[in-house]
């Protein structure tokens, strides 16, 4: 998730010929499902197309960038907690030991990307946490550990949510141990894949090329990051664009999640334009 400026460019079918354009700006976008929250306040109601503009540091001012289909991979988190009996480490057997199991489960999750998933498929499962205290002479009671998945079709992300769920339980069992596991669903931590709809990605390409000259666009390759777009384009057909940032002379170089991040300014009046645009042709010609 890349907390850089953006707005949403929404696209309605009221009475009048014309039609109507709305411009939303996005709140809670960074772990917040701004735009789920959105939706359920009736932000897509009569919406037929929606389009987003957002900065990169990867592409020079003004180059505009997008793809068909997925673009951005579905994000969700988990945290388990593996419960065994605590115990005297010099004594393991008289301990259920949930250290053993975490272990056992953090290598067998490395199994579902590597042996149960196409290799053309893109997807991530890591765990990055793992506390079972700080006794080193003790085998604790529980232990928790946590991580992220990522994939780019939504078969293939709660497949894996399902999966990560059973081998840590499984897993755990195999070791006399218990486990539960989070996926913060009530949190709104689960982001789906942010997928451009074929025919409103390629409506962007028209105006961006016609707009800036065909040197001035790319089709950029998939990314891991997410975003909460993604809930847009599962409602309405959606197309992600990305508009270049960079400029070495100026230092705009780094991600958003730098505290260096800055932008070169220029950019702002070529995706303004851009953006308008997009809105203005896509009303003429539909």
Same mark, same amino acid.
């Given at each position: 998730m890349i907390p850089q400026w953006i707005s949403n460019l929404v696209l309605v079918s009221p009475l009048q010929l014309q039609g109507t354009v709305i411009l939303l700006f996005q709140p809670a976008e960074e772990a917040g499902n701004?735009?789920?929250?959105?939706?359920?306040?009736?932000?897509?109601?009569?919406?037929?197309?929606?389009?987003?503009?957002?900065? &990169?540091?990867? /592409?020079?001012?003004?180059? @505009?960038?997008?793809?068909?289909? +997925?673009?951005?991979?579905?994000? $969700?988190?988990?945290?388990?907690?593996?419960?065994?009996?605590?115990?005297?480490?010099? &004594?393991?057997? /008289?301990?259920?030991?949930? @250290?053993?199991?975490?272990?056992? +489960?953090?290598?067998?999750?490395? $199994?579902?990307?590597?042996?149960?998933?196409?290799?053309?498929?893109?997807?991530?499962v890591s765990v990055t946490t793992m506390d079972g205290g700080n006794n080193l002479d003790m085998i604790p009671e529980t232990v928790v550990l946590g991580g992220t998945f990522r994939a780019y079709s939504s078969t293939g992300f709660y497949k894996l949510l399902q999966r990560i769920e059973e081998v840590i339980v499984e897993q755990a069992s195999v070791f006399r141990c218990s486990a539960t596991v989070d996926f913060f669903e009530k949190e709104s931590t689960i982001y789906p894949p942010t997928v451009n709809d074929d025919h409103m990605y390629e409506h962007v390409r028209k105006v961006a090329t016609d707009l800036l000259g065909p040197a001035n666009f790319r089709v950029v390759p998939p990314m891991m990051g997410a975003e909460d777009f993604s809930f847009y384009t599962q409602v309405v057909p959606a197309a992600f664009y990305y508009i270049g940032v960079r400029n070495e002379t100026l230092g705009s170089i780094h991600t958003g999640h730098s505290p260096y991040f800055m932008i070169d300014e220029d950019v702002l009046p070529i995706g303004a334009a851009t953006h308008a645009t997009i809105a203005e042709r896509y009303l003429i010609e539909r």
């Amino acid at each position: 998730m890349i907390p850089q400026w953006i707005s949403n460019l929404v696209l309605v079918s009221p009475l009048q010929l014309q039609g109507t354009v709305i411009l939303l700006f996005q709140p809670a976008e960074e772990a917040g499902n701004g735009a789920k929250r959105m939706i359920g306040d009736g932000a897509l109601d009569d919406v037929e197309a929606i389009f987003a503009v957002h900065v &990169s540091h990867e /592409h020079p001012t003004g180059v @505009i960038g997008s793809r068909p289909g +997925a673009l951005l991979a579905g994000c $969700g988190f988990f945290r388990a907690v593996i419960s065994g009996k605590k115990g005297r480490a010099g &004594s393991p057997h /008289h301990s259920v030991d949930p @250290i053993l199991a975490a272990s056992a +489960a953090v290598i067998s999750l490395q $199994g579902i990307v590597s042996r149960e998933t196409n290799p053309l498929d893109s997807q991530v499962v890591s765990v990055t946490t793992m506390d079972g205290g700080n006794n080193l002479d003790m085998i604790p009671e529980t232990v928790v550990l946590g991580g992220t998945f990522r994939a780019y079709s939504s078969t293939g992300f709660y497949k894996l949510l399902q999966r990560i769920e059973e081998v840590i339980v499984e897993q755990a069992s195999v070791f006399r141990c218990s486990a539960t596991v989070d996926f913060f669903e009530k949190e709104s931590t689960i982001y789906p894949p942010t997928v451009n709809d074929d025919h409103m990605y390629e409506h962007v390409r028209k105006v961006a090329t016609d707009l800036l000259g065909p040197a001035n666009f790319r089709v950029v390759p998939p990314m891991m990051g997410a975003e909460d777009f993604s809930f847009y384009t599962q409602v309405v057909p959606a197309a992600f664009y990305y508009i270049g940032v960079r400029n070495e002379t100026l230092g705009s170089i780094h991600t958003g999640h730098s505290p260096y991040f800055m932008i070169d300014e220029d950019v702002l009046p070529i995706g303004a334009a851009t953006h308008a645009t997009i809105a203005e042709r896509y009303l003429i010609e539909r």
